[in-house]
């Protein structure tokens, strides 16, 4: 069974960087489009990002657009999350998942935390 683990996250202050990684545990060929989401206590899960198999479609939350970039390397079996100029706003756990074999696939998420 594919797998999805996400790691990368921490303790940041304002208006730096961090890079999520999500690790297919299988094969990425089965693997369709991949999204990012934010999760905080007590609220919604939020989306965040969305790439498509091939890299050729990308979508973004307005709140993060023009400051996190997602990208991915079917090689490496890898979905990155590039995050820069983060905000308190930013803090949460952040999941991945994706369309697998017509089955949704969760990670069980990595916190990151902006804070000074």
């Known amino acids: 069974q594919v797998q999805l683990v996400e790691s990368g996250g921490g303790l940041v202050q304002p208006g730096g960087s961090l890079r999520l990684s999500c690790v297919v545990s299988?094969?990425?060929?089965?693997?369709?489009?991949v999204r990012w989401y934010r999760h905080v206590a007590g609220e919604r899960r939020d989306f965040v990002a969305y790439?498509?198999?091939?890299?050729?479609?990308?979508n973004y939350a307005v709140s993060v657009k023009g400051r996190f970039t997602i990208s991915r390397d079917n090689a490496k079996n890898a979905v990155y999350l590039q995050m820069t100029g983060l905000k308190p706003e930013d803090t949460g756990v952040y999941y991945c998942?994706?369309?697998?074999?017509?089955?949704?696939?969760w990670g069980q998420g990595t916190l990151v935390t902006v804070s000074s």
């Open positions: 998942n994706a369309d697998i074999a017509s089955t949704l696939v």
């Open positions: 299988g094969s990425m060929s089965e693997v369709e489009g």
């Open positions: 790439i498509d198999r091939e890299s050729t479609a990308r």
